[in-house]
């Protein structure tokens, strides 16, 4: 009965991995990373208005909550949406060296463990990786449209400016990070 | 003393008073180009820079300074004409916006003006002739703006990114 049990508990952990790797899921670790660098990301143009375009700070600290929020909230959106999408790549990517490395590690073992802990090791290796290229490729994107929305808005009131500017580029970013293919 | 020393010596005093009297240059006749670097991006200090023409009544080309920034410079002079050069720099936030009379002095003239600051004498020495340099300011702004170089660069790192991501997911 116990290796029946302990049997079960296996299968349930393989299945819950398996169903990890294709699901939205972040752990909360991963939430805190992403919501935490989407404030640093969408804080950052306020010293351009601060400094270059002279909003004064607690004048316009209600413009400046509001829109960092929402910019902070479709930035980490953007950065879940793209780690989504290319965790299962990079999984399928890593999955023979993976593999191979927890064989040669796990010998003695009999291969539904070893595959339970290759999935495992896999799965954390792809969401790792994932999570840093999306937040990665997210910023360089959304400084991007920032810079360019900037530009193309210089002539207007800096009020004006930064409310499109803003919120444009962490729109436009959430806008295409749902465009990838999952697999 | 014999007639024929005596007659040297007064030679001598008399030409000294002639030319101090006439002065190295008499009626000088000046033409003049001036120009000063307007440009702040790509230089470190503002450049003035005055070419002269100058055409004495006898005919001679003496030695010219030019009493800039409190003190005496020597012009450079053309060997061949009558074409003289000076120029000067000034750190940007020192240098003069608008009209700035140079006044240009003779051998005597700037031997007085020496004088005059070794001993701190404010007497007033008037040169041979002034000529004014026009300066329009500086330019600090840059030919491309820097919010355009940011957009290209931001471009640039996020065509690098993208390169790596389409790479990721072949």
């Known amino acids: 009965m116990p290796a029946k049990k302990n ?40 010293w351009l208005y601060w400094r270059i375009q002279m909003l004064d700070p607690l004048t316009y600290s209600p413009l400046f909550v509001i829109f960092v929020c929402v910019s902070t909230y479709l930035v980490a959106y953007a950065y879940r949406n793209l780690q989504h999408t290319m965790k299962y790549k990079i999984a399928l990517r890593r999955e023979g060296v993976i593999s191979r490395e927890v064989a040669q590690e796990l010998s003695k073992e009999n291969k539904q463990e070893r595959d339970t802990k290759a999935s495992e090791k896999k799965n954390k290796v792809a969401d ?18 920032l810079l360019v929305l900037f530009w193309f808005m210089r002539t207007f009131h800096p009020v004006v400016n930064f409310s499109i500017t803003t919120s444009g580029s962490a729109f436009l970013l959430a806008f295409f990070s749902t465009g990838g293919k999952t697999k | 003393m014999d007639f024929r020393h005596f007659f040297i010596l007064q030679l ?23 120009y000063t670097s307007g440009d702040a991006f790509f230089s470190t200090e503002t450049v003035y820079s005055i070419e002269l023409t100058v055409t004495c009544s006898n005919n001679q080309a003496p030695s010219l300074y030019a009493f800039v920034n409190n003190e005496l410079i020597l012009v450079t002079k053309s060997t061949s004409s009558n074409s003289y050069q000076v120029s000067w720099s000034l750190p940007h936030n020192k240098a003069v916006k608008g009209t700035i009379p ?10 007085t003006m020496r004088k005059n600051m070794r001993y701190g004498e404010d007497v007033k020495v008037d040169p041979l002739f002034t000529v004014d340099v026009e300066h329009k300011g500086i330019k600090t702004q840059s030919f491309i703006a820097p919010g355009f170089v940011a957009m290209l660069l931001s471009l640039l790192v996020w065509w690098l990114a993208n390169t790596a991501r389409q790479k990721l997911m072949e």
Do not use: Q, W
Not at chain 1, 18 to 43: K, Q
């Open chain 2, 102 to 111: 140079v006044g240009f002095y003779d051998d005597e003239g700037a031997s």
């Open chain 1, 7 to 46: 049997e079960g508990a296996k299968k349930m952990t393989e299945e819950e991995l398996l169903l990890l790797e294709s699901s939205r899921h972040v752990s909360m670790a991963t939430s805190a990373l992403f919501y935490g660098n989407a404030f640093i990301v969408s804080a950052l143009p306020l």
């Open chain 2, 12 to 34: 001598i005093v008399f030409s000294t008073l002639f030319i101090g009297i006439l002065g190295d240059c008499p009626n000088p006749k000046v033409e003049s180009s001036t």
């Open chain 1, 128 to 145: 790792r990786e994932a999570t840093a290229f999306s937040i990665f490729y997210s910023n360089t994107l959304y400084f991007f449209i």
